[in-house]
């Protein structure tokens, strides 16, 4: 006998796409820019966001974070010395972000007044690639000191980044890092994507991740309500 | 190990379903599609899944995972390509980059396969060819 069949079709993330859609209307409504950092933990997430806030804060913006991590709240501590608002979730046992925590993190943040949106994800190179956040940019970071075959053994997360930033390239040269290599590997994985390189520590390339961030905040805003996706 | 998060959210779906289409059948198959580009490993959902289910409506159910390859359309050429792991974005045609994904993000709920009840087995004992069950 065959069996019966109820058909549903629909996205097993259904829940957290819903929730991030209306995030993202959200967002839209009040002008708000936002970006969603990833990376494996230790790559320098904390250190880049602290120095792009702080920069794009200097040129008049108003800016916030979020940041996920398992546990302490040493990065909204950190992301706080940018002079920024930090907010930190904590996860527990949780190696990703999802919509409805970032929902309940930017309740105590007043939109309308904010201009962009730093979400830091989980350190994670797998994990947080389904789930959308509501945001307009993703950003992966690949540090010099994890070998420039990154982006080909963690294919899937960086074919949905819209900018990758090779962090650490102070370290480049010590640690034998191929940066040629590096970059055709992020062509591989994810044709025509931009790279920047950047060292916290030197201040290198710090520039251009906010030249290339006030760009796209002022195409979304010369273009409101474009972007759907 | 996100796809416990999956997993979760799969049996919540698997609720509002059986819920929404009034039915108090026991759930014998979940089918699902999970595509290569969608981060998830289906082994590890596959044993978030025996985790999850525990006390739901989704107890003993089996997980029915149809795995979608990567495939990626070229702007330039048109033609489309299959992808091997690791993915290579570029068309196998005229070995351009390729970048337009068109199928291997999916992961979706596709339907659930519900047991016969004796209501609906019984109307057909005139079906010769049905397999007599297991």
Redesign the interface.
Known sequence: ????????????????DEIARALRSRFEQHGVYVVNVVSSPGAGKTELLTRVMGALRDRGLTVAAVVGDLATENDAARLARSGCPAKQILTGT???L?ADMVEHAIADFDLHELDVLFIENVGNL??????DLGEDLRILLFPSTEGEDKP??Y???I?TCDLVVLSKMDLAEPVGFDVRSARANC??????VPIIETSARTGRGTADVVAFLADRIDAKRDTPAERTA | MHELSIATSLVSLVDDALESAGEAGTVEAVRVKVGALSGVVVEALEFAWGVAVEGTRCEGARLEVERVPAVVRCGECGAETTLDHPPVFACGSCGRPASEVISGRELDLIALELEQTQATADPAPEDHHAAPNP
């Not at chain 1, 797998?126 to 789930?131: D, E, L, M, N, S």
């Not at chain 1, 062509?187 to 025509?192: L, N, S």
């Open positions: 006998m065959p069996p019966r069949i109820l058909e549903v079709r629909t996205r097993i993330l259904k829940k957290n949780m190696c990703h999802e797998v994990c947080p690639q389904g789930f080909l053994k294919p899937t997360l074919n062509e591989t994985a994810r044709p025509g």
